[in-house]
């Protein structure tokens, strides 16, 4: 049985850290429709395909390797996945720049 002090703190933990992932994704597709101009279906074709591609895979993956080997296999990711994201952001912020200086909305 798990101490109520321990469960409640991964409780918490849980939450704000599903509540920041929530957050990122809700200004992502601002990013994507505002600023790239895209249409809501290719904002959410774009951010759900890989997900659904990923879950196909999961359970058979899971199988195969250890939790460990998973979690350590995507956390080397994390580099190359900040390096995109930091270039797509100034890409952005250049957009809303000339934006601003034309003075659209």
């Not at 957050?23 to 659904?52: C, E, I, K």
């Amino acid at each position: 049985m798990v101490p109520l002090r321990r469960s409640t703190t991964s409780c918490g933990v849980y939450l704000v850290s599903y509540a920041a992932l929530t957050a990122v994704h809700f200004y992502l597709t601002l990013l994507y429709q505002d600023v790239d101009g895209w249409t809501a279906l290719r904002t959410g074709l774009f951010m759900n395909v890989p997900f659904l591609v990923v879950a196909q895979f999961a359970g058979r993956l899971s199988r195969r390797l250890s939790a460990r080997a998973i979690v350590g296999a995507s956390a080397r990711r994390i580099p190359l996945l900040t390096s995109l994201a930091s270039r797509h952001r100034r890409h952005a912020c250049s957009v809303l720049k000339r934006r601003c200086a034309l003075g659209e909305r």
